[in-house]
């Protein structure tokens, strides 16, 4: 690396440090940010949808038979089935609908008996019905009816069918053979949700700083100062390039760390997820090589990129508005990744949705080796190409003095 | 005297709109803001460029801190051509204009080390470099002081301390005494002059008649991108000032354009 490149780099480093509010706008808000709103909409998400694990359902029950009340009693389900007469029945429907109870059942008088003898090809009259009563609107009342008609019609298949698939037993009295761990689920969550925003951090940090460096440095007459040195072009670029390329990096770490610590509220059934199932548990030590790899490679390239275009424009504001559409290119390649799977060499030679794909892939530990060399190569190649870019628009007098 | 530059048919063409064209009424696509410029500096010469807002000094001067290409012509900068060998011009001048700033965020003492390194000045060097300039502009105090927080005349003495940091043969200034109060103006007139002791060759242009009688040896002038007149102050002023010299240049050459 030369002195030009070093020196360059050191100023445009000095630069930002020395800029406080440009530092806390580009590196240090975006990571807080991201924590205040992910914990705001975890809480409204909460308010909104959320039932207390200790929430005991009401179970109005009329003619309630022994054999359902006893699949309901279990203390894991948490209802409290409450005997009811017919009469009983347009006070509590009221209730429901006002949302001041869960659920009403109504068998008909008898059920065992009937159910017992009941032949549906010999059988002159229609087979005893059940009638569930809830309220869809009301959480608890739509995840009460939810828990019931599950057990309903496991007893339900049990007495039609040869077999049954996964009926509750004393082992597992709720039913549920969902073998999937914590893990499991938020890495699942991650694959899809982190290579989006990962990327999109990663942008957002460099289009904070890059449009501010280059086109300020045209707007503020700074840039021809350097300009009329001996310094070479390429490693005046290079040097700028690469300082903000530092900064780029710290800002998508500070949203990235942002993120993981918010994690907690933004999914509230699967709060204490990050307390127990740490990213060391996620990923070995090769994925977050891989993934910090990307991450430089992807900075670079986003850096390049929106440097080429700060170059081009006048003033900050002009490169603002050129670079702002852009973002939607990149939102659109960076969510690529979480809904297309390929191995297919042809992805891996699209820019940004090759790293979209390779973080996804890293994530769900389907990691293909060619893929990820490809993408960070090309990532890196864009990047010194871009570069290059950059250092012959100094030397045209049109982009610099126009 | 040395030869320190020799500026040859200097052109510089400015693609023009038609939108251009109609509102300056020119039939050619491209306009000459310089047309065909031809002069020369010698060492220990200040040789001052003047002329009305528009006439092309400007972009002569961008020319020869080869910021700018020429689109015709040459300059030999200290033997080296601006065209051929951009870099070693560059080497060999040192330039300022109020177009080009230093950046407000960062110190004269910051300034002046990039700038010493960006141009491979040795460290030792570029020391005693920074404390004799900064002595003789009386900057030591502000030195580590923001250039955004500086007063406009300490801007203006960073700028030009900065300017020199590599010790250039020429010097082109484009008004260096603009927007400085008169304390200021007398300490950048005053060392022109040292410049000039010194054997430096300094390119000067201005609005200011009396910096150019106190401190040109020689003075062009530039109107409409031509250079109509070129000589020592004297010879071009006759017993009139040289003010008066140039309004009357002046009138005789756009009454003839018109």
Redesign the interface.
Known sequence: MG??TL??MK?EI??IF??RKLLFAAVILPGILIFAVMQLTGMMTQMIGGIDDDHIYEIHAVNMPASIRAMLSADELQLNIIPATLADAPRIRQDIADQNTDLLLIFPPDFDEIVATFDPATAAVPAPNIEIWGNSVRNESAEARHIVQTMINAYHHSLTHRFSINLPTAEVPDGNFDLATAGDIMALLLGVMLPMMFILFIFTGSQALVPESVAG?KE???L????????SRKQMALGKVLGLLFFSLLSALGSFVGLMFSMDGMMPDTGDLLDNTGFMDIFSAMDIALIFLIAVSLSFFFVALLAVMSTYSKTVKEANAVTTPLTMVIMLGAMGGGLISSNSIAFALIPIFNSSINLTAIINAELNTLHVMITIGLNFVLAIVLTGVVAAMFSS?KI??D | MKEILDVRNLTKKFKLTKKQQESKNIKTPYFAAVDHVSFKSYEGEVFGLLGPNGAGKTTTMRMLATLINASEGDALVNGHSIIAAPLEVRRNIGFLTNELKLDEFFTPNFHFDFFANLRGIPADIAARRKEDLFARFGLGPYADVRIGKLSQGNKQKASLAISIVHDPAIVIFDEPTNGLDVVTAKVVMDFLLELKKSGKSVILSTHIFGLLENLCDRVGIIINGKMVACDTVPNLAGENSLEAMFFDIYNKTTKEAV
């Open positions: 002195n030009v020196a360059v100023k000095t630069r020395n800029d440095e503020r007459g700074t021809g100062t350097l300009l009329v040195t001996t310094a007098e610099v003095f």
